[in-house]
């Protein structure tokens, strides 16, 4: 090539190259950036209404999450988050068969408060492809439990529409309550969690997707609550219940986006049942709606409903019983959910703010309620979150 | 001077992909080998791969939603030189001429209705773009956005830059054709790049010696379509909406293969006529053929 | 709804969808479809706290993914 004088096309073209081609030129080998997140919940749940005893204030936590979630070199992806709860209220303990065979909940004292830290990790080989493996680990602590997990789940693209996901995973906990010897509760209790699942994601079209899958968990060891205590006749023994429970849920998700209004509907449905008897539903529907502006609003609705475990009751007569339990979660209930999330970007940041208000009664379930299930509860929840995208 | 020479394949961006490197350490030729083709896979990744929550998705999504996005520096360098050769080059050359391309290619041996061109030329248009570095703002909704038009070439520099930086001196990264020189062979001698012949493969056209710099080659004899005897080449002018009547190929040498690569592809753009007094003003050695298998350039 | 109803609306569902022919979706087409709302968890820490919040209240939890250790939650 000759050194004369550059033609004023050549010129240009080299002088719009410059930037690209500069020696200098600094780029991180990582894609996608690194963004760090922070959050804080609040959830507060009504005071109990109905007959009780003991304290009506019912439970309160507070919680503050931080994650960091960046590339690393080698097509690979690190998620870490960090978790602080703070606890505080008083928890249905046991239940009296009061006047008329109408239950009354006793409740709890007012605990002080309690802090459970939680810390979990995630590496992930080639992030974001339909072919990604991701090895996950988690340990958390409170004052009367501990829990360590690890897990694995890998996707693997079947064809250029279908995807094939799988996973398993292995945790184990330890209890050891609180006021063990004062209130005569088991010392020490472990108990261990195996999970696996499967899952189809299908590309419908442009717009559309959906996902269906299948989940399958085994618990085995001390499964009852320590903390809850049962009226057997005219004893008040502590919860028992089975030392293994199988557990099977089928998920379906369904996405499809609008073009105008600029929008995405989500659709979820869940069914569950397991070894003790407890039947599950759950329909989740949410609406993503793009405002202009870097806004985004998202309402949301959920449907909850359960049947009653096969040893639950809010008390119990005196014919023998091997399982016995009143905790409300193994009752026959339903719950309706709203949420409303708001987001909005500026630049590298990110807002985020939402609140949903929970409601669950007997008589919302699906089927006959046959027990009533004192203690079953209504709560609102809010938070409001920051995140920054480095580039 | 004891000295290794190898040679480096592997498959990316589509095209079968060569490093040739030359120097006394193997070790040394084996660590910059793989730091080029680390560097040619991340762009071939991050240019060309849609998968969920790639840049090119959400480029494609933001483009074809009509949307707002904010770019990273090294797409933001990218169409900053798109925007610059969209200028030079009259608008010929457009990165959201998608559209048009996709429905030429879909036509196979028949030539689209005008209405469908209309259509199509409604979503194209870098002017429809704003480009406010680092914000990208769609102002039309289904639109496409596609850098492979300069991606290949500037992943053949970086790669060429990447074996620099590993301290190897003699080598050249070839990327299906497009090449960039890290420098001579050891001894001095240039490396020797054939072009190809139109319509026959096995013979070289020309052979080119590269001291230093990068050569890049546009060429079309493989893709056009022949309508009632009337040749329709895949080069679309995007203000028109048809192809262009271009030459069959174009190479161009430059200091570095993104500048060789748009030069050449500006000049396919311009046509037969244009393109010849444009490569001719620019002052760049270069080789023209056209469709009846003439050649000219100062490389003939 | 029993355990059989459930399971043949699942099966139903799946010959529906299987008999529905549909082109593929080109590479890219797929813009849309990376989009964030389009990902079966868009927030992904609004996502866990949600699940934490139900499971701890309800009697069946879970979700399709590794399952994370317990927690006392009474």
Known sequence: MSASKLSPSLAALMGAAAALTSAAHAQTAAEGGTTVGYRFNEYGEDSFDGAAIGSRERYKVYSQQFQLDTRLPNNAGLDVTATHEVMSGSSPWYVLRGADARPVQVLSGATIR??????????????????????????SQERDYRAGALGIERSIPLNAALTLGTGASLSHDIIQPTDAALYDRVRHEEKNTFSAFGSL????????????????????????DPYKLVSVGSDILPDHRPGTRSNAAVLLRYRHAFAHPDAAL????????????????????????????????????????????????????????????????????????????????????EFSGGIERYHAAADYALGSADSAVPGVLSYTRGFVGLDYHFD | MNANSRSFRFSAMG???????????????????????????????????????????????????GGDMHVDDETANLL????????????RFDITAGPLTKLWDLQSARVPEQQRIDAALAHCGWQRVRWNRPHLHFSTTGMRLDLGGVVKEYAADRAAEKC?????????????????????????????????????????????????????????????????????????????????????????LAENCLVAGAAATLAMLFGVEEGA???????????????????????? | MGTNRAFFAVITLGVLLAGCASTPVQPWERGRLARWDMRWDPDPLQAAANEHAHFSKEGSGGHIGAAGGGCGCN
């Open chain 2, 277 to 300: 007094a444009w490569l001719a003003r620019l002052g760049l050695p270069h080789l023209c053929v056209d469709t009846q298998g003439n050649v000219n350039g100062t490389l003939a």
């Open chain 1, 201 to 224: 994601a299908w590309v419908i079209d442009k717009n559309s997707v959906l996902q269906a899958g299948v989940q399958l968990n085994h618990e085995d060891g001390y499964l009852s």
């Open chain 1, 114 to 139: 309690e802090h459970r830290n939680e810390l979990r990790g995630s590496y992930t080989i080639d992030p974001g492809t339909a072919s990604s493996t991701t090895y996950s680990a988690s340990y």
């Open chain 2, 164 to 252: 620099r930086e590993a301290r190897v001196s003699h080598g050249v990264v070839d990327l299906g054709g497009d090449l960039a020189v890290i420098g001579a062979h050891i001894d001095g001698a240039p490396w020797l790049a054939g072009i190809k012949t139109p319509h026959d493969p096995a013979r070289p056209l020309a052979t080119i010696e590269l001291q230093r710099g990068g050569l890049a080659t546009s060429g079309d004899y493989e893709r056009a379509m022949i309508v009632d005897g009337r040749r329709y080449s895949h080069i679309i002018d995007p203000r028109s909406g048809w192809p262009v009547q271009s030459f069959a190929s174009v190479s161009v």
């Open chain 2, 15 to 65: 095209c079968p992909c060569e490093v040739k490197l030359e120097g006394a350490d193997d070790d040394v030729l084996q660590r910059a080998a793989k730091a080029a083709r680390d560097e040619v896979e991340r762009l071939d990744r991050k240019y060309s791969h849609y998968r969920d929550d790639s840049l090119v998705a959400q480029l494609a999504a933001c483009a074809d939603a």
């Open chain 2, 80 to 91: 900053d030189f798109s925007a610059s050769l969209f200028e030079q080059s009259a608008a």
């Open chain 1, 266 to 349: 989500h659709l979820d449905y869940r069914y569950a049942q397991d070894s003790w008897g407890v039947v599950s539903h759950t329909v989740d529907v949410g609406w993503y709606q793009r405002l202009g502006q870097g806004w985004q609003l998202i309402p949301a609705l959920r449907y909850y409903s359960q049947q009653e475990a096969r040893f639950y009751a809010p008390f119990f007569g005196v014919d023998e019983h091997r399982f016995f339990s009143s905790d409300y979660r193994l009752g026959t209930f339903g719950a309706f959910a709203a949420s409303l999330n708001v987001r909005k970007r500026i630049a590298r940041w």
